[in-house]
T-cell receptor
C-alpha cells in the first residue's frame, strides 16, 4: 500500500528553527510537495522537490532523498504566523497526490 | 472570479437528501480534483478529472459522482447523503504536468 508518515504535532519557539520530517512509500514517485494549511483554511503550496537535495525559498527549505524515501521541511526564524499544519504529499506513478495526515506546528513566544 | 471558488461555504443536510457542491476555476487548468479532509487523516481523493469530458475515481469515490462538462466547472454530487459524509470538502485544480494544485476555500458539510 501507499503510505506517508509525518509527526502529528510539534512545538517550537518563536525565532528558532524547526525541521518537519516526512517518510513515504508509494507506487512510483513523480515529486514531493509541501503545503501549509492554517486552521479553517485551504492548503497553500510551499515547495516541490523531484530531485535529491535541498530547495531553498526564503525562510523555508525542503530536502529530498529518493533512495531513503525521506523529505524534510525546514523553517527558520519562526514567526507566530507559522503556526499551522504542514502537509507532505507525493505524486505517484498515476500523477495523483498521496497525502500525509499533516503535522500541526505550534509556535510559542 | 480569481482562482478557484466553491459553494456553499457550509451546509447542514438531512440524511438521504441530494446535494451538489460547486467548484469553478478561472485559471484554465486542465485537471481538477475533489478531496475530503477529516480530522487525523490526510486529504483523500474522491474523484478527479484530467481534462474536460473525462473523470476518474479516487481513493474514496463511493456515494459521490462528478461531471466535467467544461474546463471551468467540476461539481460534486452526493446522491443520498449519509452521516459518514460529514467532512470538509476541497476542490483543487492544476496543470496536469506540473502537479502543483491550487485549492478552493472548502465546503464544510454536516449530514445529520
Amino acid at each position: 500500500g501507499q503510505n506517508i508518515d509525518q509527526p502529528t504535532e510539534m512545538t517550537a519557539t518563536e525565532g528558532a528553527i524547526v525541521q518537519i520530517n516526512c517518510t513515504y512509500q508509494t507506487s512510483g514517485f513523480n515529486g514531493l510537495f509541501w503545503y501549509q494549511q492554517h486552521a479553517g483554511e485551504a492548503p497553500t503550496f510551499l515547495s516541490y522537490n523531484v530531485l535529491d537535495g535541498l530547495e531553498e525559498k526564503g525562510r523555508f527549505s525542503s530536502f529530498l532523498s529518493r533512495s531513503k524515501g525521506y523529505s524534510y521541511l525546514l523553517l527558520k526564524e519562526l514567526q507566530m504566523k507559522d503556526s499551522a499544519s504542514y502537509l507532505c504529499a507525493v505524486r505517484d506513478s498515476n500523477y495523483q497526490l498521496i497525502w500525509g495526515a499533516g503535522t500541526k506546528l505550534i509556535i510559542k513566544p | 472570479i480569481a482562482g478557484i471558488t466553491q459553494a456553499p461555504t457550509s451546509q447542514i443536510l438531512a440524511a438521504g437528501r441530494r446535494m451538489t457542491l460547486r467548484c469553478t476555476q478561472d485559471m484554465r487548468h486542465n485537471a481538477m480534483y475533489w478531496y475530503r479532509q477529516d480530522l487525523g487523516l490526510g486529504l483523500r481523493l474522491i474523484h478527479y478529472s484530467n481534462t474536460a469530458g473525462t473523470t476518474g475515481k479516487g481513493e474514496v469515490p463511493d456515494g459521490y459522482s462528478v461531471s466535467r462538462a467544461n474546463t471551468d466547472d467540476f461539481p460534486l454530487t452526493l446522491a443520498s447523503a449519509v452521516p459518514s459524509q460529514t467532512s470538509v470538502y476541497f476542490c483543487a485544480s492544476s496543470y496536469r504536468d506540473t502537479g502543483e494544485q491550487f485549492f478552493g476555500p472548502g465546503t464544510r458539510l454536516t449530514v445529520l
